[in-house]
């Protein structure tokens, strides 16, 4: 049977595995610069796109790091042959959803 408790703390996580930029954003092709200069992202929007995407400013935008920060809130789930897991939950992120899922768990309802 699974049981929870909700659990209030500070809790510090570190995130350095996710890329907070779009340093990942890089063109393919040794010629995109100049092919971008000639109009290609407009004339070749497709091929473009997916292969100098920094010369055609396609780039995502960086990630907000405050997107990144771990809430205060905890949930921790007994799980029978595994043990205490314990889920943490991003608020910034997930504005309106975290609310309701630490809702349902107080009800008990996340759990069915």
């Not at 992202?41 to 997916?50: D, E, P, T, V």
Request: hydrophobic share 40%; net charge neutral; glycine share 8%.
């Amino acid at each position: 049977m699974l049981q929870t408790r909700l659990c209030v703390g500070l809790v510090v996580a570190l995130l350095s595995s996710t890329p907070l930029a779009s340093d990942d954003c890089v063109d393919e092709q040794p010629n995109c610069e100049s092919w971008a200069a000639a109009g290609e992202c407009k004339k070749n929007a497709g091929f473009m796109s997916r292969a100098c995407p920094r010369s055609c400013g396609k780039c995502p935008p960086p990630i907000d790091p405050a997107l990144l920060e771990l809430g205060p809130e905890r949930v921790v789930m007994d799980i029978e042959g595994y043990g205490k897991v314990t889920l943490g939950f991003y608020p910034k992120a997930a504005p309106v959803t975290v609310p309701h899922l630490l809702t349902l768990f107080r009800l008990g309802f996340a759990m069915t």
